[in-house]
């Protein structure tokens, strides 16, 4: 079993940066594809960022691209989103996810999830 833990959320000004933090305990860390997903208000959930095992390949969704790097410590446990020039269309709860099946991510299928944590842009 694999447990994830989400930080760094807050509120920001738009065109200012956060920097999300996902930690993961239970399992080898390196086993496990990774991603960030979000929820909107009154929105469904969303991709935002997928990474590899090693963390060499990077999916995003266009709406963030530019903007946010998904990148990964596996020394550490450590996933995260760094998220710059952010927008009030960011405004949403950051999800961290887990899973051996990168397909299963993509498709916001993963086996672990965090409980979240809140991103609000304000104009």
């Known amino acids: 079993q694999v447990q994830l833990v989400e930080s760094g959320g807050g509120l920001v000004q738009a065109g200012g940066s956060l920097r999300l933090s996902c930690a993961a305990s239970?399992?080898?860390?390196?086993?496990?594809?990774m991603g960030w997903f979000r929820q909107p208000p009154g929105k469904e959930r969303e991709t935002v960022a997928v990474?590899?095992?090693?963390?060499?390949?990077?999916y995003y969704a266009d709406s963030v691209k530019g903007r946010f790097t998904i990148f990964r410590m596996n020394a550490k446990n450590t996933m995260y989103l760094q998220m710059n020039s952010l927008k009030p269309e960011d405004t949403a709860v950051y999800y961290c996810?887990?899973?051996?099946?990168?397909?299963?991510?993509?498709?916001?299928?993963?086996?672990?999830w965090g409980q979240g944590t809140q991103v609000t842009v304000s104009s």
């Open positions: 990474i590899s095992l090693s963390g060499v390949r990077r």
């Open positions: 996810a887990a899973d051996t099946n990168e397909e299963n991510i993509r498709l916001l299928r993963g086996a672990y």
């Open positions: 239970g399992r080898t860390f390196s086993s496990y594809y």
